[in-house]
Structures are given as C-alpha cells and as structure tokens.
C-alpha cells in the first residue's frame, strides 16, 4: 500500500454524470468520464473531476479497450484513487476505480472484476473472491452472489472503513497524500499496437480481441512533462 498512497494525488469519491468519447487520428479513441458532487477524503480534488481513459470507439465500427482499466458506468458511485504521477492510460491509481454496492442495507466497495475490498496489504488492496456481476450483466443479482459466498462478504470493507484504515495507514508511516493531478496523458505510447474488437459485439467491453501491447503506467515520485 506504501507505493499506492506515494502515487495518490487524492481519494474522492462521486457519480458518473456523463461519458463522452474522442477521437483523433494523432492520439486515437479516449474515453472521457465526467464524475459529478465529488467529495474529496484524501488530497485536494475539484468538485467535479474528469476522468480521461484510453479507449472507445472507433471511426470503422470497431472498439478499441484495454483489458488493464476500469471500465465505468453511468449513474454509479465510485471512490477512486487519482494519479500524481504522469500516465499514459488512466489517471487512476492501480485502477482503484471502486464501485459503491448496497445490498440489503450493508455497502461494500467493488472492484471491476466484482470483488469486494476485505483490507490493506503492503502491495496494495485487498480483495474477495468475486461477489458482484458487472453493472450491465443480467440475471444474477448482487443479493444472490453475496449470498453464496457469506465469508467472504462479512470480511468487506465499507467507505467509511476502508477510508479510515488508509488514514491511519498514512499517519503511522508519515506519508501523504497530494500532489498535482494531471487530466492529461503523456502520450509516450503508440495507440496502434493495441488490438480491437467489433463495437457492439457479445463480448465483454473489458475483454479485448488478442494481446493488448501497451506500455506500463510508469511508477515515478515526479510528473514528466505533459502535452
């Protein structure tokens, strides 16, 4: 966790009012996700923050994505650690893009694989074993998944929980969380390496069509340059 919270310009939380997409020929597909009523638990943040990932349609039908990142949906709260280093991808930490589910009065935070948040471990967060479907999945829902696994859902952290053990996480270790969030990539990759898929297909949006050849997010205690 030590490396994640170097890397932290600020913990928010806040709903996803809007998705855009963009597309140029020179930096290929981006998807833009605007998070709305955002409060801020680590760090400095605006009150509403935009999210730019790389991938989304393209010109000739197909969807161009990345299996590493965090797919986000419309109309979903989420608490999300943002970069302040620089990136090529997404400005999220280790893709925590969490996902608020309530199911039956209790919250659990979500990752975008359906796993919950159980702790803090030294390399990062913690999770179950999968709990949820993917937001736009049908015909299993949260109650009937939680309820198959009881143990691990009784070890799920909720925001309040979680946001405390990161707390006393960066006072024991003095550390802290800040820095300058950058909404911009460094473009020190080249867009078309990464396969694509058909736009539209049965596959899952977060699946790509073969290997994805991208460069790393680079781990760096200070921001390059940006376009």
């Given at each position: 966790m030590p490396r994640a919270i170097e890397q932290t310009s600020a913990v928010i939380e806040g709903v996803v009012s809007r998705i855009e997409y963009e597309y140029t020929e020179e930096e290929g597909p981006w998807t833009v996700v605007t998070l709305?009523?955002?409060?801020?638990?680590?760090?400095?943040?605006?009150s509403e923050v935009k999210i730019?990932?790389?991938?989304?349609?393209?010109?000739?039908?197909?969807r161009l994505v990345v299996?590493?990142?965090t797919e986000l949906f419309h109309g979903e709260r989420y608490l999300m650690f943002l970069r302040n280093t620089a990136w090529n991808l997404s400005?999220?930490?280790?893709?925590?893009?969490?996902r608020v589910e309530i199911v039956g009065g209790r919250e659990f935070l979500v990752n975008d694989e359906g796993q919950a948040i159980i702790g803090l471990g030294e390399s990062g967060l913690e999770f179950s074993s999968p709990l949820f479907p993917r937001p736009d999945v049908s015909g299993i829902s949260p109650s009937q998944e939680t309820?198959?696994?009881?143990v691990a859902a009784a070890l799920a952290l909720d925001r309040a929980q979680l946001i405390g053990l990161l707390k006393a996480?960066?006072?024991t270790r003095g550390?802290?969380?800040?820095?300058e969030f950058f909404d911009c990539p460094a473009g020190e990759f080249q867009w078309?390496?990464?396969?694509?898929?058909?736009?539209?297909?049965?596959t899952s949006p977060a699946t790509p069509a073969g290997p994805v050849r991208s460069s790393p997010e680079r781990d760096i205690s200070r921001p390059s340059p940006h376009r």
């Amino acid at each position: 966790m030590p490396r994640a919270i170097e890397q932290t310009s600020a913990v928010i939380e806040g709903v996803v009012s809007r998705i855009e997409y963009e597309y140029t020929e020179e930096e290929g597909p981006w998807t833009v996700v605007t998070l709305s009523n955002t409060q801020t638990h680590l760090g400095k943040a605006p009150s509403e923050v935009k999210i730019r990932q790389f991938g989304g349609p393209l010109p000739n039908g197909h969807r161009l994505v990345v299996a590493e990142l965090t797919e986000l949906f419309h109309g979903e709260r989420y608490l999300m650690f943002l970069r302040n280093t620089a990136w090529n991808l997404s400005p999220i930490v280790s893709q925590y893009a969490l996902r608020v589910e309530i199911v039956g009065g209790r919250e659990f935070l979500v990752n975008d694989e359906g796993q919950a948040i159980i702790g803090l471990g030294e390399s990062g967060l913690e999770f179950s074993s999968p709990l949820f479907p993917r937001p736009d999945v049908s015909g299993i829902s949260p109650s009937q998944e939680t309820a198959t696994r009881p143990v691990a859902a009784a070890l799920a952290l909720d925001r309040a929980q979680l946001i405390g053990l990161l707390k006393a996480e960066v006072s024991t270790r003095g550390a802290r969380v800040g820095g300058e969030f950058f909404d911009c990539p460094a473009g020190e990759f080249q867009w078309r390496r990464v396969a694509t898929m058909p736009h539209g297909a049965n596959t899952s949006p977060a699946t790509p069509a073969g290997p994805v050849r991208s460069s790393p997010e680079r781990d760096i205690s200070r921001p390059s340059p940006h376009r």
